[in-house]
């Protein structure tokens, strides 16, 4: 139920150009059906919240996907997949070889798309590189 109230008070920022948050007084007759949902005076800082807390495990997850792009794939390298463990630096080279097609211009929009999960966009190989190793840590812990 709470899934259902939150898209419902966060839809309208999704929307593109000109979102806001809807008040109040838009959701009311859905709201007070959810034992969960906020009352009017905190809703403002409870839609603020949850969206703030959406998009940061959205975020996380394409840093997770850029890992396992890292890790598994085959379009930025001729490097075998990793398959066992990698905290101990066996990752260096995979890393190295994302870093460098990430810092260049990435000729697909895979490439695109992680360089951009990643916030590489106008960094260095070795800036990214150390993104990537980092990126890479927080995901085998």
Same mark, same amino acid.
């Given at each position: 139920?709470?899934a259902?109230?939150i ?10 150009e000109?979102?806001?948050?809807l008040t ?7 709201a ?9 005076p905190a ?7 949850t969206?703030?807390e ?18 598994y794939?085959?379009?930025f ?26 810092a ?16 590489g966009?106008?960094?260095s +190989? ?7 190793? +980092? ?6 812990s």
């Amino acid at each position: 139920m709470q899934a259902a109230l939150i898209l419902l008070a966060l839809a309208v920022p999704w929307a593109g150009e000109g979102a806001r948050y809807l008040t109040y007084g838009e959701v009311r007759d859905v709201a007070v059906q959810f034992a969960e949902a906020p009352e009017e005076p905190a809703w403002e800082a409870w839609t603020r919240e949850t969206d703030k807390e959406i998009r940061q495990r959205v975020a996380r997850g394409a840093e997770d996907s850029v890992t396992n792009l890292l890790l598994y794939g085959a379009s930025f390298t001729g490097l075998p997949r990793l398959a066992g463990p990698f905290e101990a630096g066996g990752a260096g080279p995979r890393i190295r070889a994302l870093a460098a097609a990430l810092a260049g211009t990435p000729d697909s929009e895979r490439l695109r798309t992680a360089r951009r999960a990643i916030g590489g966009a106008g960094k260095s +190989a070795a800036e990214i590189e150390k993104i990537l190793a +980092a990126n890479l840590a927080r995901f085998a812990s």
